[in-house]
């Protein structure tokens, strides 16, 4: 991990680091991740399509099925943010999920903040998003294991 472990020592050097992984590990990355984490605006908090201080609408697990009885089955995940700056929505699906975890506690106020996250690969190549989330006091993580994220942001009128 490097802004999840690192940041509160050393922010910018932890950022750099991350930077660094990104470049030597662009083959191994998944095309809309890459293209999140490498974004010179996902990471910035002052972009208002940027994650950070989001808060959560929603998250929904689906599970798509084809065959003559259902029996092919994936799992996939949308989930819904409010932007930070409250003058959007940050729809991001994950098409393919193999594998999810959400950790969280002192939920009586929701999840709070969208605090960190980060994209990394895991050795068979499927994309791994760490995400933290945080209000008076931390709230919880999840990891998502994926394919890859789409991402969409839709600007209230």
């Not at 975890?101 to 690969?121: C, I, K, M, Q, T």
């Not at 008076?136 to 999840?142: C, E, F, I, K």
């Amino acid at each position: 991990m490097f802004i999840l472990s690192e940041r509160d020592e050393d922010p910018a050097g932890a950022f750099r680091r991350y930077r660094d992984y990104l470049r030597e590990n662009e083959s191994r990355f998944p095309p809309g991740a890459y293209a999140l984490a490498s974004s010179d605006w996902y990471f910035d908090f002052r972009q208002h399509e940027c994650p950070h201080d989001a808060w959560l609408q929603w998250a929904k697990v689906e599970e798509p099925s084809a065959g003559e009885r259902h029996e092919n089955r994936s799992v996939a995940l949308s989930v819904s943010l409010l932007g930070a700056y409250h003058d959007g929505i940050i729809e991001l699906r994950y098409p393919k999920v193999f594998e999810y975890r959400f950790n969280s506690v002192a939920l009586e106020g929701g999840h709070r903040d969208w605090r960190y996250d980060e994209f990394r690969v895991n050795e068979k190549g499927q994309l791994i998003h760490e995400i933290e989330w945080c209000g008076h006091r931390d709230t919880g993580s999840w990891i998502v294991v994926a394919s890859d994220i789409e991402y969409k942001w839709s600007p209230f009128q």
